[in-house]
């Protein structure tokens, strides 16, 4: 199994910037793409972005780009997404999530592995 833990979010303000990180933790080996997700209270989860193991690339859903980066620090298996210019409809609890398939994928479904959550709130 693979436990992932976020963290970083908080309250920021219009403009600002913010790391959030996803601590991999058990067989973290078995994830071969991750990914971030958010989701806003009466709706699903949205895809942001996701990384692929092997090779590092990245993908990253239309409104994301630009503003999304996501990264990741092998040596302490840590996921990042720094989002710059924050607007207040970023405003989301933001997941993390990984799978075995190292195909993207966009729909959450795909994912195995889901965190517990970390809200990001953006005030105008």
């Known amino acids: 199994q693979v436990q992932l833990a976020e963290s970083g979010g908080g309250l920021v303000q219009a403009g600002d910037s913010l790391r959030l990180a996803c601590e991999f933790s058990g067989n973290s080996f078995l994830a071969n793409f991750m990914g971030w997700f958010r989701q806003v209270p009466g709706k699903g989860r949205e895809y942001v972005a996701g990384l692929k193991r092997i090779d590092s690339n990245t993908y990253y859903a239309d409104f994301a780009k630009g503003r999304f980066t996501i990264s990741r620090d092998d040596a302490k298996d840590t996921l990042y997404l720094e989002i710059d210019n924050l607007k207040p409809e970023d405003t989301a609890v933001y997941l993390c999530?990984?799978?075995?398939?190292?195909?993207?994928?966009?729909?959450?479904?795909?994912?195995?592995?889901w965190g517990q959550g970390t809200q990001v709130t953006v005030a105008s």
């Open positions: 999530a990984a799978r075995a398939g190292a195909t993207a994928a966009t729909t959450p479904g795909y994912y195995t592995w």
